[in-house]
């Protein structure tokens, strides 16, 4: 763990429960906890102090003993159950665990309720327990005792039945081993590993919740080994997403929740690439960028940058399922990590710019290998984009250009084939100007391409950043003129607004 | 024929790979590798990205796969305290009219990191007289100690502010480590009478979410006190059962087995008699509308009271000291699920004046119990449980204490403190790491020293 200024935390696991490296961590967020699945062996939970504690207890194990013992005023016959509880520094009860097996019935006459054999959590999490009740011959449990610590095996005490809590015990339940996480209508909703085509919900306001009855099949039931891919939690809508479906949830508590289908051949390839900003999603599938907001489903890489998703030449597409991406809340952009084609380290990543509709990039980064991109605040609730790294390192933007200490950013613009709309006809393409903001330092390269539409590249020109306009030499004879600029210096800024080219129709040969 | 190629709309339209490299516009561009139109908003022109530069200094040894960011609390908590003031400021002073600490002028002090060196004066925070934590219980001068005056919830300490005896509301404030101001006013007690004003609170704790005080509602025979709870969310202030038997004022306060327990100390004859046993009551918050008496203490523990109470490793302790007597002496008593109270620790008996224990914490995963030897200027000793058995693991000989120890406990330490009590001109404040080597830090803190206003919080 991080702190606002980039100091590490050691954040200490609980009680048997251990990390995996080599799964992605995924993240919700509710009662100022961060619930992390997927890369620990259990869900956990981490405090605003850093404390991480499992999200829910496991129950007790053991069957509890009761007896009459003493004298005392009780008389009747009780069922008892036993829950483990955790209780956080103000004694909050943050987390309890499914009820533990119920006792045998016991009938007492004018003693004390005595229970024993009453398990001790292994976690040290685990803060206490509770112990529930029934009213004589009922089957309703009630809040009877709580003990604190996790030594007590035995409670006993003759409490009348007009004593016990005034309300039933709660409903409880232990979570999954979830991969997925998303908090939507109060609730946590997860899918765990070993029931990979259903969703989980939690009980409103207690992530640690979780009734076994609070599930829904996500459909197809078998149909496939990666089950559901991906969750969207909507301000009006929770999006589930499969390898080639979409559903939706709909409805507000659990009398009502249903799984709807929105989409065929749609779906999720990559819960990492799910974004969602000002209740717009944004992620990836199999062939492109999609975006669900107010006006439904759309793909927004088509017609522009499709074939950077749908054919092999830009990015290796067996390895989507493992891209990322994060919102810059500031730029209102979305940016997607990719690996290049042939690769399979993820070392790419594209953006699209949320206000004009244009994507840019592929973009890299010479200074170290991106594994991770997420968004933080600081300590003055300034958002900040983070890129993590394989070295352990999270990198922040700058506006020195610069990665790193002293990486060069290789920047590259390619531009179209200028024809002149004719493009039958050979030209002659004379002396070339360009318009750039003056910089300090610094030299722009220019590679001109003059010929068919597989001309080769020319010799390259250089244009000094510190002068705003400049007039270079003559590009030379062809029907097409394409150019590339490129730049690779630390610490130096380009800026170019514009170049201008004048040309000579030769005639057709 | 001739014609120029002007593009100053270069790359306005982004990137396109689905157009023909005849078909595209001149504002398309085949590829922007780090390149993108200015960022702020500008109709500017075609620039390289902004650098990456590392967030922290220190590599965390492996990969990063994800993450997601959370407010967090500074880790590094902080620990606060109350000083300052000439006077001390007393809850009792037998016969005389009860001091009102006017000539007081606490102020919050702060310290550096827990896990760093504390310093002195370090930070004042508040300059304003604030405070009143001071209380006595006996007639001997010597039995001064303090109650737990203070108590954090949410990163936020409610502690007894000062107030004008007889003449105002007791209050409770509440300071963030910015901001100190009132929370809550103590009523009147209905069973003394509209035109008295309560006297005091003795104690505050939290738990179950809530706060718990006590009150001294009324400082001559019959003496009367209350528990009440407070919503620290809301600020809705709740009595807890009725005003307490008379002369069993409701002291010390823990939270245990789903209840809350409270001790009383018996002042039939005075505000500092003790003569009579104390009891401990208990009630469920929200569910009993009544106290239940727990325990009355008995025979060899005759005139005594639990000044102090925690729960530790899932059962109750009670720190009890006694008036000097030939019979009696303070014990340290536990209490099981099933309701029975039985020894821990045996104090010492001492003739020569009173004896007992006056503070708990618990420290490490140990139980943790000062005691005050019997004497006008004694020492006091500092005791230790891990659950199975007691040790002593720290006496301080030096002729000084008028005052009990107040033990204090955070995230990496433990304190004991002896505050500035009549002969006391110097504060005594003791700190261990491991709760067998403490370590005399008194040079650091600010002088007069008002004990029982410790707090740590994360600043």
């Avoid at chain 1, 899918?191 to 996500?218: C, K, T």
């Avoid at chain 1, 250089?462 to 029907?479: A, D, F, I, P, Q």
């Avoid at chain 2, 006008?376 to 120890?405: C, E, I, N, R």
Wanted: one cysteine or more; glycine letters at 10%; charged letters at 15%.
């Amino acid at each position: 763990m991080l702190d606002v200024s980039g100091n590490s935390v050691t954040v200490t696991m609980p009680t048997a429960i251990t990390i995996d490296g080599a799964k992605k961590p995924r993240f919700a967020v509710m009662n100022q906890l961060a619930i992390m699945v997927n890369s620990c062996s259990r869900p956990i939970t981490i405090d605003q102090y850093g404390i991480a504690r499992p999200l829910t207890p496991r129950p007790p194990r053991l069957v509890p003993s009761l007896s009459g013992t003493g004298s005392g005023t009780l008389s009747g016959t009780y069922l008892v159950a036993q829950t483990f509880i955790i209780k956080d520094a103000d004694g909050n009860v943050i987390a309890e665990s499914d009820y533990g097996p119920t006792s045998a019935s016991a009938t007492i006459t004018t003693q004390q309720l005595l229970v024993s054999g009453l398990d001790k959590s292994p976690e040290s999490s685990v803060t206490g327990s509770r112990l529930y009740r029934t009213a004589t011959g009922g089957a309703t449990f009630f809040l009877w005792a709580e003990l604190d610590g996790r030594t007590q095996t035995t409670y006993q005490d003759d409490l009348s039945d007009a004593s016990l809590a005034l309300t039933a015990a709660p409903t409880l339940g232990s979570p999954r081993d979830f991969y997925l996480i998303a908090e939507w209508r109060e609730r946590l909703w997860g899918v765990g590993r070993a029931n990979i085509d259903h969703i989980m919900f939690s009980e409103p306001a207690l992530p640690y919740s979780w009734p076994s009855s609070n599930e829904r099949l996500v459909p197809r039931l078998g149909e496939d080994n990666r089950g559901i891919t991906g969750l969207i939690p909507r301000k009006e809508a929770l999006g589930i997403g499969r390898q080639n479906i979409f559903y939706t949830v709909t409805g507000n508590d659990a009398n009502n929740f249903r799984v709807v289908k929105h989409a065929q051949a749609l779906g999720i390839e990559s819960q990492e690439t799910v974004q969602i900003h000002r209740d717009v999603a944004y992620w990836l599938w199999k062939d492109g960028i999609y975006e669900w907001g107010p006006n439904g489903i759309n793909c927004i890489s088509d017609g522009k940058v499709r074939s950077w998703f749908s054919t092999d030449t830009y990015f290796n597409r067996d390895v989507f399922k493992n891209a990322y991406a994060r919102i810059d809340p500031v730029l209102n952009r979305y940016q997607v990590f990719l690996a290049a084609a042939g690769g399979t380290t993820i070392n790419r990543w594209v953006e699209y710019d949320i206000n004009t509709g244009t994507w840019w990039g592929p973009h890299k980064t010479d200074d170290f290998t991106p594994t991770a991109a997420f968004t933080a605040q600081d300590g003055d609730d300034v958002w900040i984009p983070l890129i993590g790294s394989s070295g352990g390192f999270l990198y922040i933007e700058q506006d020195t250009r610069t990665d790193g200490t002293s990486t060069a950013i290789s920047f590259s613009v390619a531009t179209k084939f200028h024809d002149g709309e004719t493009p039958d006809i050979e030209k002659y393409f004379g002396q070339m100007s360009i318009h750039s903001k003056i910089q300090a330092a610094g030299t722009l390269t220019i590679t001109p391409k003059v010929g068919g539409l597989d001309a080769s590249a020319g010799s390259a020109i250089s244009h000094s950043m510190t002068l705003g306009r400049e007039r270079l030499r003559r590009l030379g004879t062809g029907r097409y003129l394409q150019l590339t600029f490129t730049h690779a210096t630390a610490g130096q800024k380009v800026e170019l607004y514009g170049y201008e080219v004048p040309y000579h129709e030769l005639g057709r040969r | 024929m001739g014609g120029q190629i002007n593009n100053y709309s270069l790359g306005r339209a982004g990137v396109n790979v689905d157009k023909s490299a005849v078909h595209l516009n001149d504002d398309e561009l085949t590829s922007a590798q780090n390149a993108t139109r200015d960022p702020h908003g500008h109709d500017g022109g075609l620039v390289n990205r902004k650098g990456l530069t590392k967030f922290n200094a220190t590599g965390l040894g492996a990969s990063i796969n994800g993450g997601t960011g959370i407010n967090l609390v500074n880790r590094n908590s902080t620990l606060i305290g109350l000083a300052g003031g000439a006077v001390e400021t007393l809850l009792f002073s037998g016969a005389t009219a009860l001091g009102n600490g006017a000539a007081d002028t606490p102020a919050w002090f702060q310290t550096t990191n827990q896990g760093g060196t504390v310093t002195q004066p370090a930070t004042t925070l508040i300059a304003n007289p604030r405070g009143r934590f001071v209380t006595r219980m006996g007639t001997n001068t010597e039995n001064y100690f303090a109650g737990r005056l203070c108590a954090v919830w949410n990163n936020r300490v409610y502690y007894v502010g000062q107030h004008t005896e007889d003449s105002e509301e007791p209050v409770i404030r509440v300071f963030d480590g910015v901001d100190d101001y009132e929370f809550v006013r103590i009523p009147y007690n209905p069973d003394v009478g509209a035109s008295t004003f309560a006297n005091c609170v003795s104690n505050v704790i939290t738990a179950n979410g809530k706060i718990y005080f006590t009150t001294l509602d009324k400082d001559d025979s019959p003496m009367k006190g209350r528990v009440f709870q407070l919503d620290p969310k809301t600020g809705v202030l709740t009595p807890l059962g009725a005003t307490f038997p008379d002369d069993q004022l409701p002291y010390a306060l823990a939270w245990a087995y789903g209840q809350l327990f409270v001790s009383t100390v018996t002042c039939a004859t005075g505000i500092h008699a003790y003569d009579a046993a104390g009891r401990v009551y208990r009630i469920r918050p929200g569910i009993d509308s009544a106290f239940t008496l727990d325990t009355t203490w008995t025979d060899e523990t005759q005139s005594h009271c639990a000044v102090d109470m925690i729960s530790y490793g899932g059962r109750l302790y009670a720190a009890l000291n006694a008036e000097a007597s030939a019979v009696a002496d303070g014990d340290i008593y536990v209490r099981d699920s099933a309701g029975a109270w039985t020894e821990s620790l045996d104090g010492s008996f001492n003739a020569a004046g009173y004896a007992g224990f006056w503070s708990l914490a618990i420290f490490g995963g140990n139980l943790y119990a000062s005691q005050k030897t019997a004497g006008v200027s004694s020492a006091f000793t500092l005791h230790k449980f891990d659950g199975s058995t007691w040790s002593t693991v720290y006496t301080h000989g030096s002729t000084f204490a008028t005052a009990a120890p107040y033990l204090f406990a955070t995230q990496g330490y433990i304190y004991a403190v002896v505050p500035n009590i009549f002969s006391v001109s110097t504060p005594v404040v003791l700190r261990s790491a491991d709760g067998t080597t403490w370590t005399d830090i008194s040079a650091n803190f600010p002088s007069p020293l008002i004990c029982g206003g410790f707090a740590a919080l994360y600043l």
